[in-house]
């Protein structure tokens, strides 16, 4: 509970010292190229964008401007890589290579957790907890299977697709750029990976890293560009699958795009999770998982539990222990230790944020944001609840990517169950009970790719993860997301 004491704590009374993490070891050029074929190369048309860091406004880098000409080089290096050395390879010795690279991150995780959180704003403890040693997670797990796919898929034979064209976003560079990368190379096939246009650092670092592990040179390419690299990608007659994480929008134009084609396609898109809190759960522990869910990492978090249905005998006290954490929240410098929300991602994604507070309180709903103050410079967002909305609240149904909580009350399981299901998404969900019998009650009825229970945005190599309805198509992680990397075919 906020009392007078604590809350001085947090006004600067005594709040705690700063505690940046030093960016001395970190070593950003100027200006990258574009990693086609091992090496980085000049863009054809030799043009370069800024990518800023959002937490100062500051530029971090001048990355290339990949052209149609730059991908389709990108793609027949992919192409030749995957006839020539890495579609043939021994399962076992693919394997070695993604050992070499998992370890290759590992030792250098305070690097990536640092360039991380400048490039993209995340808070450091995020990126140095969760990002990194999840990218590296990923890339062990799938090295074990590069020579067990034969017990994967009992009976058949799985052979790689080709060309795999990726696109990931900015809110988790480097781990999407491993979701994507490790399982293609463990099944055999070659990669060329757009990272999205504010956050490319860790990808090209990644590509640093994949030099250093003596990968073959074209096995992975990695090209920079915004939108229209992205289509360039998708558009490319010789790329076999297309795996794309991002909003629902792009995802329909790719579905649209590839349609008829041969093209194998994995889309990750929004989500507009419900965290459902009942009477009976441990209500401090519920409150943790709701401030977790939504406004760590700003909210940007495809899965994140941007909405809260709580049940109603109990709703004024998760609210009134919700107001009182959120005032405790530090709202920052991403590279601070003590950091809880950092830096929204760019200036676009602030304001779109803004814009749905205005429609929040047009629509009637009652706006509470923590008192914190922000930092003048950069793009910051005071983690915010409405509550007194409704389902058809613009808030209550649309994705705003931002640390921003809709609040709604109800008082039976079933009423729970039509309005977390009641939004376009099905990405995940979350309860809180008490009772294992609700646990399983209500997870049967969820429409959702995961659920968590008295948990919440718990993340493992082995557990797969995608969406119903809007929320996107295929699965990626554990065993499942092999089958997106494969031709079956008869022993
Ligand atoms: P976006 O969908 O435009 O960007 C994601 C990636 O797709 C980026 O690499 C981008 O360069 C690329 N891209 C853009 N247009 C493309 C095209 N026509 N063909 C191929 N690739 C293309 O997302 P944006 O604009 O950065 O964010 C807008 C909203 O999307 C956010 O506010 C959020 O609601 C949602 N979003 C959801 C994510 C998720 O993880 N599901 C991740 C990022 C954004
Ligand atoms: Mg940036």
Known sequence: MATPENKLAFDGGWGYDPAPESTDHINIKNRYGLFINGDFVKPEKGKYFDTVNPATEERTSRVADASQADVDKAVKAAREAYRTTWGRMKPAERGKYMYRIARIMQERAREFSVIESLDGGKPIRESRDVDVPLAAAHFFYYAGWADKLEYAFPGRTARPLGVAGQIIPWNFPLLMAAWKIAPALACGNTVVLKPAETTPLTALKLAEVIADAGLPPGVVNIVTGAGATGAAIVEHPDVDKIAFTGSTNV???IQKTIAGTNKKYTLELGGKAANIIFADAAIDQAVEGIVNGIFFNQGHVCCAGSRLLVQESVA????A?????????????PLDKNTDIGAINSS?????IQSYLKIGKAEGGEMHQSSCRVPRKGYFCRPTI?????QSSRVVQEEIFGPVLAIQTFRRYDEALVKANNT????????????GSKIFKMTQGMRAGVVWANTFNKFDPTSPFGGYKESGVGR??????????????AK
């Not at 409405?386 to 409704?390: E, H, L």
């Open 251 to 253: 995802g329909r134009l």
């Open 316 to 319: 004024d006290e998760v609210i």
């Open 321 to 333: 222990k919700l107001k009182d954490r959120m005032e405790t929240l530090i709202v920052g410098n």
């Open 348 to 352: 676009m994604q602030l304001e779109k």
């Open 386 to 390: 409405f509550t007194g909305v409704s």
């Open 424 to 435: 376009p998404y099905g990405l995940s969900g979350g309860i809180w009970t008490d009772k």
């Open 476 to 489: 990626e992680g554990g065993l499942h997301g092999l089958d997106a990397y494969v031709k079956l075919g």
